[in-house]
């Protein structure tokens, strides 16, 4: 695309002043490949058998994406370093939010590959604690009684239309 585009330019008296160069490309190939963890981490979070559990994972990874893609640019001061702050910056906020509320870390503990594993290893040090504790008031307020463990044991199914 890059020779197409370069032979259509020089073609066009009027588009020649706006002719890329090789740091113009590479910018672009940067900011293509930092645009495509959003489309992994979109093909990820849709559809039918996505859930609350992938929320923190995936600000996680979108995070690191724009922490790789700052690094990268670092030494030079332009307007998408300034949008990649901006981005990072609001990205950050929304992500600091999910401690408002355990379900994220719930839901994350109830998954069976990740369990504890994931939060253990937060680079939040300080969330951990307030993970742990969140998701422990909401087991303490919603955990089964024993008398609603016994209860259902030993009560005798309903019969309905579909099992008679």
């Known amino acids: 695309m890059r020779i197409?585009?370069?032979?259509?330019?020089?073609t066009a008296k009027d588009l020649k002043v706006d002719l890329l160069d090789d740091d113009d490309w590479e910018e672009l190939a940067?900011?293509?490949r930092f645009l495509h963890n959003f489309h992994v981490a979109t093909l990820a979070s849709e559809g039918r058998l996505s859930s609350v559990d992938i929320i923190i994972e995936t600000f996680d990874f979108l995070?690191?994406?724009f922490e790789?893609?700052?690094?990268?640019?670092?030494?030079?001061?332009?307007?998408?370093?300034?949008a990649l702050n901006d981005g990072w910056n609001k990205l950050r906020q929304?992500?600091?939010a999910t401690d408002r509320s355990p379900v994220y870390t719930a839901a994350l503990v109830l998954r069976p590959d990740t369990k504890w594993t994931y939060i253990d290893n937060w680079?939040?040090?300080?969330w951990i604690p307030k993970a742990?504790?969140?998701v422990k008031r909401q087991w303490d307020t919603y955990k089964p009684s024993p008398g609603m463990i016994d209860q259902e044991l030993t009560n005798e199914p309903e019969s309905n239309a579909f099992t008679a």
């Open 4 to 10: 197409a585009i370069k032979a259509f330019c020089r």
């Open 30 to 32: 940067m900011l293509q």
């Open 63 to 65: 995070l690191e994406a």
């Open 68 to 82: 790789e893609a700052i690094n990268v640019i670092h030494l030079q001061e332009n307007l998408l370093r300034s």
């Open 94 to 96: 929304y992500y600091l």
């Open 123 to 126: 680079k939040i040090e300080d």
């Open 132 to 134: 742990k504790m969140g």
